[in-house]
């Protein structure tokens, strides 16, 4: 029996928006045609060749829920994880718009805070705000606030950092714990009491992506580990050249907040949300270099590229030997995480 086309409902699901298999199938089915070229590689950010230099472009919409949690809120979210985008391309962030969609009813001091969030993100980014726009919608319609950001780099590498460029004997460093956005989300959603309590790891990327390239350390890619978390960056990773990424769990960095966060509700910290993490896949002579910059603020080295099958896969080794594959999910642990 044909499995049923999960695009032929007519409405959208939570699990369209969630970083899973279910959100793939929407982009290569409905979205790829936006494209002048279908088939092109999908990145967090547009190369571009213009006469001023060559520049990075991306956008990105925040919906989170709630708009105020431990370690930040929608403004921040909205600034740094623009700029993050373009770090991932390796550009520099330059400048962002700014779009707002405010809900009639929204606490004026509330939106004081967010627009204070909003100038304090930007100047640790080093980004201008250079134009926005603001709409508001019926009470009911918005839940508070919704945001818009796009932002425009300056490229720092001549060779474009993509899936594309990976090749087997590459190796896999992570900047540091994985699952803290996700859970700082459930916490503040539900209203746990974490003791001590757990902030998002919103932080800026350009920092550390600039140090490595000072270092010579040769980047054949970046990915952040926002929506589906790592998980679903390795997949993402995996399939354009049927690559079997290979992970040692034993090396994954989780802090122990999230282990017993995610032990006691069933969450696996692979699939959650980060913020201030990203995934740098460099070849075996430049790893050393590569730990030397990340290590300080928890970076890590968690596996290798090897020869896969056609579409790809990830394959953890677990500490007692054994080896399992790791599956996409159809949606999204936690929706409205960013």
Same mark, same amino acid.
């Given at each position: 029996m044909a499995e049923p086309d999960p695009l032929a409902t007519p409405r959208i699901q939570l699990a369209h928006g969630g970083g899973g298999t279910l959100m793939q199938q929407l982009i290569d089915g409905e979205l790829?045609?936006?494209?002048? $070229?279908?088939?092109q590689v999908l990145h967090d950010a547009a190369r571009l060749s213009l006469p001023h230099g060559r520049l990075a472009f991306t956008t990105d919409s925040y919906v989170v829920h709630p708009l105020e949690f431990e370690g930040g809120d929608i403004g921040s979210l909205a600034v740094t994880g623009t700029a993050n985008d373009l770090a991932m391309a390796g550009a520099r962030p330059l400048v962002l718009s700014l779009g707002l969609i405010l809900e009639e009813g929204l606490e004026i001091a509330l939106l004081r805070r967010i627009v204070s969030s909003l100038v304090e993100a930007a100047r640790r980014c080093g980004v201008s705000i250079v134009t926005g726009d603001t709409k508001v919608v019926e009470r009911g319609k918005g839940d508070g606030a919704f945001l818009n950001t796009s932002g425009i780099g300056l490229l720092q590498v001549d060779d474009p950092m993509d899936p594309l460029a990976i090749v087997?004997? $590459?190796?896999?460093?992570?900047?540091?714990d994985l699952g803290r956005h996700g859970v700082a989300i459930l916490a503040a959603r539900h209203g746990l009491d974490l003791q001590p309590p757990l902030a998002s790891d919103c932080m800026p990327l350009w920092p550390a992506v600039e140090a490595l390239l000072a270092a010579g350390v040769r980047l054949h890619c970046l990915r952040d580990l926002t929506r589906g978390g790592l998980a679903s960056a390795l997949q993402e990773l995996a399939a354009p050249n049927s690559l079997e990424l290979q992970i040692e769990e034993a090396c994954l960095p989780v802090a122990e907040p999230v282990r017993r966060t995610c032990e006691l509700l069933g969450f696996d910290p692979l699939h959650l949300a980060?913020?201030?993490?990203?995934l740098a896949v460099v070849p075996e002579a430049d790893q050393e270099r590569a730990l030397a910059v990340l290590a300080p603020a928890g970076g890590t080295w968690i596996g290798r590229v090897a020869p896969g099958p056609p579409r790809g896969r990830v394959l953890l080794r677990t500490p007692f030997g054994s080896e399992r594959v790791l599956i996409p999910?159809?949606?999204?642990?936690?929706?409205?995480?960013?």
């Open positions: 790829r045609r936006l494209y002048a $070229d279908p088939h087997p004997g $590459d190796q896999l460093v992570v900047s540091g980060n913020e201030g993490r990203f999910l159809s949606g999204e642990l936690l929706p409205r995480i960013c």
